[in-house]
């Protein structure tokens, strides 16, 4: 294959997320991503040798920026809830910088993990689980948390809370992710209730 322009083809793999995201993987059609492209069918496969192609380097570009930004806060060497705050605020800042790769993937992952060729999402999903519960339990062990919380079901609701995000957050929205961030944090650190 001929090594195509990197911006059309950063461009194609956009629109291609865009129209992923929102008609889902399976119900997309070469043809209305070339549509929504501004070019005909034949012409993606100058660019890419399939539809899984174009989604794997979606999945893979966008899991690659989370991971060199969770594993930048992991080895920081962070008390447990600032652990957890780096890591709320770097899901956000990915949400805002790959969100349709991250609806994407809340979207699709369960079905494509059993491809071989999407094996790494189940290895991203475990290593996702590792670093929360690690920090949740080390957070409890330290008594910076609560010594009654279950680890998984406060991992579970942090994680979903935090990508469904991606389903209506938009990058021109008057709040950035860093503000998103914040807000949440406060909520799930803090409760909404008042103190009295």
Request: glycine residues 6%.
């Amino acid at each position: 294959m001929v090594n195509p322009a990197p911006a059309r083809r950063e461009a194609i793999l956009a629109v291609a997320a865009e129209v992923f995201a929102a008609q889902g993987y399976n119900a997309t059609t070469v043809r209305e991503i070339a549509d929504a492209a501004g070019m005909l069918a034949g012409s993606l496969y100058y660019h890419f040798d399939s539809k899984d192609s174009m989604l794997d380097e979606i999945l893979s570009s966008f899991l690659t920026e989370l991971w060199d930004g969770y594993d930048a806060v992991l080895a920081a060497g962070l008390g447990p809830r600032e652990t957890i705050e780096a890591l709320v605020t770097e899901s956000f800042r990915e949400i805002d910088r790959h969100r349709a790769a991250v609806a994407i993937f809340q979207k699709e992952s369960r079905h494509l993990q059993d491809q071989p060729r999407f094996g790494y999402l189940v290895d991203s999903q475990r290593g996702f689980e590792k670093a929360w519960l690690e920090t949740l339990e080390r957070g409890v062990a330290a008594g910076v948390f609560r010594a009654d919380l279950d680890v998984r079901l406060t991992y579970r609701f942090v994680r979903d809370t935090v990508w469904v995000a991606a389903s209506w957050y938009r990058p021109s929205g008057r709040h950035g992710p860093e503000e998103i961030a914040r807000q949440y944090l406060s909520m799930v650190l803090e409760g909404i209730a008042l103190r009295t």
